[in-house]
């Protein structure tokens, strides 16, 4: 299995809940040059201002430590090319509260093709913000609203490298496809690898007097 053509990766990554955890989201790149710093940035500033925008209201219990641009090979292993890095040291990227590392909230990267290989990508926000409605899901406006505020991540993202962002496939001839739309769940998703980064600490045994 390999991916159609050599490609990039932009990762974002940083401390989250008093440095007990680390998150670290991306998204491919058709792009296979590497950028400027001053690119990286710019496109680590586009993901900063998805985490502070009001219909998001992110989570200030994640912070942005680095923005990083990868070469990727049809393999999808580091290419020869330099990695290009810029640390942000680890600037707050949401200002609300949020709940347990283990709830998420999901990205859904949309391609042209409705089913299948290349047809969905997914991007899992750090610290999910407090936004679950008494009906266990996120309202339809607030996840519009999400939908929205990606869509203009993930074109300031590639703007600021030039580039198109794409849903990558290894599978069979493999296959790069340009994102053409995002949309957001209504319902919470789960990432495992968060809850199981946070060590458990249990309070003193409370007795039971059944005087």
Not at 109 to 116: C, D, E, Y
Request: glycine share 10%.
């Amino acid at each position: 299995m390999a991916y159609p053509a050599a490609h990039s990766i932009i990762t974002f990554s940083g401390p989250a809940y008093g440095d007990l955890e680390q998150w670290a989201t991306g998204v491919r790149l058709r792009r296979t040059t590497p950028p400027t710093v001053e690119q990286v940035e710019a496109a680590g500033e586009a993901f900063i201002a998805f985490m502070n925008n009001a219909e998001l209201q992110g989570s200030s219990a994640a912070k942005m430590q680095s923005a990083k641009w990868a070469p990727q090979t049809v393999e999808g292993k580091y290419g020869d090319g330099q990695a290009v890095e810029h640390l942000f040291s680890n600037r707050t990227i949401g200002q609300n509260a949020s709940m347990p590392a283990q709830i998420a909230v999901v990205i859904s990267l949309r391609t042209a093709r409705p089913r299948g290989r290349a047809s969905n990508g997914r991007m899992y926000v750090p610290a999910l913000p407090s936004l679950v409605a008494n009906t266990g899901k996120f309202s339809a406006a607030d996840a519009t609203d999400i939908a929205v505020a990606g869509s203009t991540m993930i074109g300031a993202i590639g703007e600021a490298l030039d580039t198109e962002c794409v849903v990558a496939s290894a599978v069979g001839t493999g296959l790069l496809e340009t994102i053409t739309g995002v949309r957001v769940g209504r319902v919470p998703d789960t990432q495992r690898r968060r809850r199981e980064g946070l060590v458990e600490e249990y309070s003193a045994e409370a007795p039971v007097d059944f005087n």
